[in-house]
């Protein structure tokens, strides 16, 4: 079956996502990734950070482990095939080297060999000058 057949362009046959916060997936990219896997294109997310700064904290427990469980049914719900915490700390991203950010994505990229790959960026993208306004 033609990707056009399932609805999507020929050529989709593997599409990582990278997200730095557990939701950015729904929000952000869930009316993409249901489509992807509803035509049979397997998704894996890679999700930065656990969350746990979040100021939407309105459960009880731990929320680097509540936002982990909600990633984990967000993903199910999307047909994400697979999903990997990082582990970097929320609110902290732009103090992580850009050039260990991207081996992490280069290492799925290689590991996958995807067709596309989709990003998220909820806030407009900043110029490098502009250091530790940035968001993460």
């Known amino acids: 079956m033609t990707g056009s057949e399932r609805g999507l362009p020929d050529g989709v046959r593997r599409v990582p996502t990278v997200v730095a916060h557990p939701d950015d997936e729904s929000f952000g990219l869930g009316g993409l990734l249901t ?31 509540v936002r982990a469980g909600e990633l984990a049914c967000a993903a199910w719900e999307l047909g994400v095939h697979r999903v990997e915490l990082a582990g970097h700390p929320d609110g902290a991203l732009v103090d992580i080297a850009l050039p260990r950010l991207a081996a992490e994505v280069a290492r799925l990229v290689g590991e996958q060999r995807p067709s596309h790959l989709l990003v998220f960026e909820p806030a407009p993208a900043q110029d490098a000058q502009a250091g530790p306004d940035r968001q993460g």
């Open 35 to 65: 489509p992807l896997s509803d035509g049979g294109v397997p998704t894996t997310v890679l999700c930065f950070t656990h969350g746990e700064a979040s100021t939407l904290h309105g459960r009880p427990g731990d929320l680097h482990t």
